[in-house]
Every structure is written in structure tokens, then in C-alpha cells.
């Protein structure tokens, strides 16, 4: 068996960027790395020493421990007969530190709540990700960067589906019993995750993101219902006459301007109608997705200018509680069972517009989609109405 200090195995480190020292094992022709969490530049590291720092020898003492450590454990594991394996080994010689390091909080969170102030979300995106440094912290499998594998990110992933969703006084007191967490709800923490670890690799923090060798691993699920208005419903939504002057015909309006804009509620909110350019007699601009900063294709149709019109080309704003607790009420004054919300409006506007012909290549760059896996949605939701109607049919037939 042999052990040697060495910096940057991968060769990964950017030039003067900091880049991991490891404990190189050697035995029988196969060769382990150990983590040592010390980092430094490729300048300050030569002869399996760190040089050129005023903490190198404070740094080497720590280097010359874990290389004991590391030596004693393979050894132990040699005497008794067991397969030398680095994952093993790791555990062994940094469990005492890692118990030591939970004491004193969680590295990996601390730098990701720092980082925040500094990615300038918007409150929309932002509180997605603060409920994942509180499932972090719980989780505490994952509290330093050397935490960071790819084996513990499938254990966060079973965490958060062993995880109920949390339960308002109110709904306590209905003796309501919590639900798993939503597939599309864990997907968010392990998007939100991912992100946040994209960033600590660019900074240098970490050399790789374990996310990456993980592509299609984590799924949203499919959806099994979209709601969103027929023709008629449309139809009958756009009929009626709230009482002038109220929420009710705010919401009301703003509903119909979302139906033929397809614009999300966020983007509805930040509209300014000097965004847009009259050309062969019709309103256009290409902007950007509040949310997600995709560029979007935007046109006016006359449902949507004649709302424009009634508020002389300002739309009025609403809070999404009030405007959604207004769209509910409207639904059941015009028939709607189901009860309406702001971004039904989106996908209405989405199914109108495949059934009216539209391309759904084209659909995508209306909505602001990142990819068009996310517009076929709409198309697996019209063809499932459409073999609904088939089986109606069928049941008739029979009888």
C-alpha cells in the first residue's frame, strides 16, 4: 500500500483558482482518492506540501493527520480482511469531524442563504428556494462540500418523499391529514438545489455538481389534469356583467386579457403597453418571462386591446389572493364547476390556440416555454379529450 498527498487528480482547476487536495491509496494496482477539505491554489502546492501561504504549516500538520488517519483505517480494514473501498474509507476517518462540523452548523447552507441577496430573484422565485435550506438542514446528510455526492443527493431525494406537507391551523382543526409532498413539489427543491450548486461551481467552490451526472433522474410527474376553459365556458365567462367599479369586474376583465394573451399572472402585472409596437395595424414586442427570463412572442388579439381599451391601455392591478378568490366567484355565477384561478387563464389560452390550428412549435415561443416538451402538455390534454369524447360515444353505442 502506498498514500501520497496530491492536488487536483481531475486536473479540473481553472488557473488561479482553488482546487481540492486529496489522499491518494494505492494497493494492488487500484488507486482511491480521500478528500481531505483543504483547498488551495495550483501555485501553492508543490513536493505533496502546501507552500507560498502563511497558513501552509497549520494546513500541512492538518494534511500529515489525515494521511495517518487514512493509512491507519486502510490498514484496519487490510488486517481485518475487508475489501478496501474509498467511500468506506472516507466515512470512517471524516465521521468524527462531521459530527463535530453539524454542531456547528451547516457550511453548505450558510453559503447558499449569503448567496441569495446576490441572485436578485424576485419574491415569486425566491421563496421556492428558502423551504429547501430548512429540508437541508433537517436532512443533515449534506453539511459540508464534501457531502456533495452523487449517493447523497438520492438520499435528500428519498427524504423529501418520506416528507408530508405541512398543515394550517385551520386545516388541523378540519382534522385534514397531511399529503406526501408533490412530485412537482420535490422537483422544485432539487431545481432550486441545482441551481444554487450551478453557481458554487462557476465561483469555484465545488469542482463538479453532482446534479449534472443525474440528467432526467428527478421528474416533476405528469400531470394528469390541466384546467382550462372550453369554447363554451369561454363563451359564457366572457357574458357576464359584473357590478361596475368592483374587484369583481377587475378580475373579470384581467381574466379575459389573460385568455387571449396568454401572458402568466407576473407577466400580466409588469405589462406596459410602451413595451409594444404597432406594425400592420396590430400590437407586438418580444420580451422576457418575468419568471424565467425566456423570451416570449406577444400579440395583441381584439379581446385583449378592447380590455386595454377600457382602462385607457393600463391595466389595473390586483393581488393574486384577491384576484383569485374574485375568479372563483365569477366561475360559479357563470356555471363553471371548477373553480377558477390566474393561471387557468394561461392554459386556456394555450388549448385555444392548438385547437384554433396554431403551430405548437410556435405555441412555445407565445408562452415563453424553455423546451417544447412543456407545450406538449397541452397537446396530450386535448388528445385525452378528445379520446374521452370517443369513449362517451362508445358508451352509447353499446347501450
Known sequence: MNTQIVFDHRNKTAAGKEGPVEVRITHNRKTYYIPTGVR????????????????????????????????????????????????????????????????EGNEVVAW???????????????????????????????????????????????????????????????????????????????????????????????????YDRLKGEFSRGEKQTMDYLTEEEMAAFESIRPLKGSVMEVAHDLFIFQMYTGLSYGDMQAFDMKDYRLIDGTWRRIGERIKTGVPYVSQLLTPAVAVLEKYNHQLPRIVNADYNHALKVLGMACGIARPLHSHMARHTFATFALRQGVKIENL???????????TQRYAKVLAKSVHDDFAMMEEKLSK
Open 112 to 210: 447558499m442563504q449569503e448567496q441569495m441577496p446576490l441572485l436578485r430573484l424576485r419574491e415569486g422565485t425566491a421563496k421556492h428556494y428558502r423551504p429547501l435550506f430548512a429540508k437541508l438542514t433537517k436532512f443533515g446528510e449534506i453539511s459540508d462540500w464534501e457531502d456533495l455526492t452523487i449517493e447523497n443527493i438520492y438520499k435528500f431525494d428519498a427524504y423529501l418523499h418520506s416528507l408530508r406537507k405541512e398543515l394550517t391551523d385551520a386545516e388541523k382543526k378540519k382534522g385534514m391529514k397531511a399529503e406526501p409532498l408533490s412530485d412537482a413539489g420535490i422537483y422544485t427543491y432539487h431545481k432550486c438545489f441545482k441551481a444554487l450548486l450551478n453557481r458554487a461551481y462557476k465561483m469555484g467552490v465545488i469542482d463538479a455538481n453532482p
Open 40 to 103: 488551495v491554489r495550483r501555485s501553492e502546492f508543490a513536493f505533496q506540501s502546501i507552500i507560498n501561504r502563511g497558513d501552509a504549516d497549520e494546513l500541512n500538520r492538518q494534511l500529515l493527520t489525515l494521511m495517518q488517519k487514512v493509512t491507519g483505517v486502510v490498514t484496519a480494514m487490510l488486517d481485518a480482511g475487508e475489501t478496501v473501498d474509498a467511500a468506506e474509507v472516507k466515512r470512517r476517518v471524516w465521521s468524527p469531524e462531521k459530527q463535530k462540523k453539524k454542531k
Open 364 to 374: 412555445a415561443r407565445m408562452l415563453g416555454h424553455t423546451n417544447i416538451t412543456q
